[in-house]
């Protein structure tokens, strides 16, 4: 079973909320939901969508041809119809609008008779909706348990799904908060910016049950400053930014490799220079995130890749970064943060972070006591003390599998972070290709990578970019060069048809 | 024996210059003080040297950004006593966004500002505090800009305790870091530190400082007054008021946060996992 599912209206009228409990109303019943958010900068009217792809397979990506499109406006039949398959469905405002009527409550109620009527379709028990209702928005409204029960009462019964165990449903954003936490975090701090700000939210509101601090700071410059003066208290630090507010942030990112003060960095890229499109996705701060901030100094960049990666990945982040004293940068972006992947479990490192107050810190060049020095042997000293570190935490990161290879076949797909999903999924179609993800770009992982690409016939690297800096890097890594490069940069995400269509003619 | 502080290091400040007495009079208020656990944190500029000088925890932190860290240390460790040095330009250039949000806070920390007018350490350029007028090698035809009053932004910003010192008065100035450090909350003191390679006013300050007298530190409207009395010109002959200006109490930012105990570090920590986790099935 596979159904591609889109939710479309304009901002504010609930797709984003509908999207999630359709998807976690299939994840409860066993099936595994991927569910893709599309929504442009503004807060109400426009058009917001999100697709949601259900199987009872593991799946990590959406699509784009739907057999359900779900409307709560015209726009949304008018923008999707061209999409929907053949034979496919439209459930909208001409079906959801009578009953609103009739129940005399807000436009808003057009969601629960959508989910009512789409779950009947499927055979799926009136009781675990309103309960799922109930679990989601709490028992304020009976207004939403009577829609759901009219949609319920119009829709038509075609299949009967099957249940089994059920799974859970998470996004990666949420993935970097609950990773946070199962290392021990003790204060988050962030300025808010999309799309990294639903961590801050997530965090804030479980502050008082979690004895963590939350706080929003007057701008990124004193985010990071006063993360790092926690970080000196003694204190497990992490903050999250994206793009513009991390390249505020880089002069005290060498702050943090100067005086070795432990700190994590939440960086979720969103597209292109500047202010860029901010609620869209990609991958083109990878070499920003590597080699941002004055001086030379050491660093730890991981990618995870879906949204238990993104638990794992976090939980590393905070035990290297204390344990080799050194700023670590979790890159992520739009697409992972905020699609919903869905696991049978969800597991943890068992990693934590060690932390303890310092005496001293200095941004000045300074000796192993902490007092400045501009002494030449000492200047030698101090950058031979902290770029030693590079080697010893390269050796500790071969054995998180900073690397792994997906599937058999002669050909080769290099990529990282957010475009695993879509390559996974884009893999069963594509005969003789493998794919190789590299989750640490710093320290990289250059022998596993050159091991990978020499035996391979062809290698082609995928990235949600303009340019594919990741060939760069590994270039620069391993002296090897990545000529094939199949790029995408209109700010939306791979889907696995797009990169089937792409990556075949390689073979 | 009292502590005197001092470390091994050598001194690399101009012979002769004020900060020498601001390190003279913070050491002896912290004597006075006694035991407690203290953090330094300083800025990029001539004052941010005497995080070499006192042998206290101290974190030397970049050009402006004193405040934040300051903070953050707090928000570490709320049982930590933390005292911020930083220079006008520091403070009132590069930091100006910290200055201000800081009186919002509130937290139960003290900044010290090395205000000598001037930029010293890039060799003289005009800071937000020189005088309308100024030459030097950034402004050869001299400075256009009128000087900001620090003493009047921190009051209209909220500040719960704002001071003017003068490097030159030991005793006095001691007393009022005492004084400072003791308050609960946010609490800045503005020291005038000529600096007498650049910006050399000393006879100018040693003819018409003044001691605040009879003064009701808890008026505002008095504060604000008395914080007008000298618009941080040299122009003509006006009297430059040093001491309290203004002290109310007022919450600090840690007792908003239930959270803020005791150190972080010393928080057992045993997450729960299938807690965290619960709300995602």
Known sequence: MEKLILIGGEAGMGSALTSHLIGKIFCSLGYYVFNYKDYPSLIRGGHNFNVLKISNKKIFSHGSKYDIILALDQKTIDLHKKDLKKNGLIFGVKETEPIVQKLQGPKILANDVLIGTLFKRFGVDLKILLHSAEKEFGKKSNLIAKAIKEGYKIGKKKENLKKSKSKYFISGNEGIAVGSLAAGLDIY???????????????????????????????????????????????????????????????????????????????????????????????????????????????????????????????????????????????????????????????????????????????????????????????????????????????????????????????????????????????????????????????????????????????????????????????????????????KYDARPFTPDILINQLKKYD | ?????????????????????????????????????????????????????????????????????????????????????????????????????????????????????????????????????????????????????????????????????YALDVPHLKDLIKQAILHKGFSFIDILQPCIIFHNVVPYFQKNVYKLKNHKQEDFSAALLKARQWDYCFDKDKKVPIGIFYQKTSPAFESYWPQLKKPWHTVLRKPNWQKIIGEFK
Not at chain 2, 19 to 45: D, H, P, T
Request: proline fraction near 5%; glycine fraction near 10%; aromatic fraction near 8%.
């Open chain 1, 189 to 487: 701090l962030a300025y808010p910016m999309t799309p990294a700000t639903p961590v801050l939210h997530f965090l804030a509101k479980r502050q008082l049950e979690n004895n963590i601090l939350v706080f929003q700071p007057e701008n990124e410059i004193a985010t990071i400053n006063s993360a790092l003066g926690a970080s000196f208290s003694g204190a497990r630090v992490m903050i999250g930014t994206s793009g513009g507010g991390f390249a505020l942030m880089t002069e005290a990112l060498s702050l943090s490799g100067m005086a070795e003060l432990p700190l994590v960095i939440y960086l979720s890229q969103r597209p292109a220079p500047s202010t860029g499109v901010p609620t869209y996705t990609a991958q083109g701060d990878l070499k920003f995130a590597l080699n941002a901030g004055q001086g030379e100094f050491p660093r730890i960049v991981v990618a995870p890749g879906d949204a238990q990666e993104s638990i794992i990945r976090t939980q590393e982040a905070f035990y290297l970064s204390a344990k080799y004293r050194m700023p670590a940068i979790i890159l992520g972006d739009k697409h992972l943060g905020e699609s919903n992947y869905t696991f049978d479990q969800l597991s943890k490192s068992p990693l934590k972070a060690v932390s303890y107050p310092l005496d001293r810190a200095n941004s000045y060049e300074h000796d192993k006591a902490g007092f400045t020095t501009e002494d030449a042997k000492e200047v030698v000293k101090g950058h031979e003390r902290r770029l030693r570190k590079e080697k010893i935490i390269a050796r500790e990161v071969k054995k998180l599998n900073p690397i792994r290879v997906y599937g058999k076949g002669r050909n080769l797909i290099i990529s990282h972070g957010s475009t695993k999903g879509a390559i996974l999924d884009a893999l069963p179609g594509l005969k003789n290709f493998r794919f190789l993800q590299i989750s640490y770009l710093k320290p990289f992982p250059k022998e596993e990578v050159a091991r990978e690409i020499k035996r391979s016939k062809k290698v082609i690297l995928v990235e949600n970019s303009a340019t594919g800096a990741l060939s760069g890097v590994i270039t620069e890594e391993t002296g090897l060069i990545i000529k094939d490069k199949v790029l």
């Open chain 2, 1 to 165: 024996m009292t502590k005197d502080f001092s470390t091994k290091e050598t001194i690399t400040w101009c012979p002769g210059c004020p900060n020498f007495k601001i390190l003279k009079a913070f050491k002896a208020a912290v004597a006075e003080l006694g035991n407690r656990n203290i953090a330094i944190v300083s800025g990029v500029g001539c004052h941010a040297k005497i995080y070499d000088y006192i042998n206290l925890k101290g974190f030397y932190g970049i050009h402006g950004r004193v405040l934040p860290v300051c903070l953050g240390i707090k928000m570490g460790n709320p049982k930590m006593t933390v005292v911020g040095f930083g220079g006008d330009g520091d403070t009132y250039n590069e930091g100006i966004s910290h200055f201000i949000h800081n009186y919002r806070y509130n937290a139960d920390m003290t900044m010290l500002v090395h205000n000598n007018q001037v930029f010293s350490l890039t060799t003289g350029q005009a800071t937000a505090t020189t005088e309308k007028g100024f030459i030097d090698g950034s402004t050869p035809l001299g400075l256009k800009e009128r000087p900001l009053n620090p003493l009047i932004m921190a009051l209209e910003s909220g500040a719960s305790f704002v001071a003017r010192g």
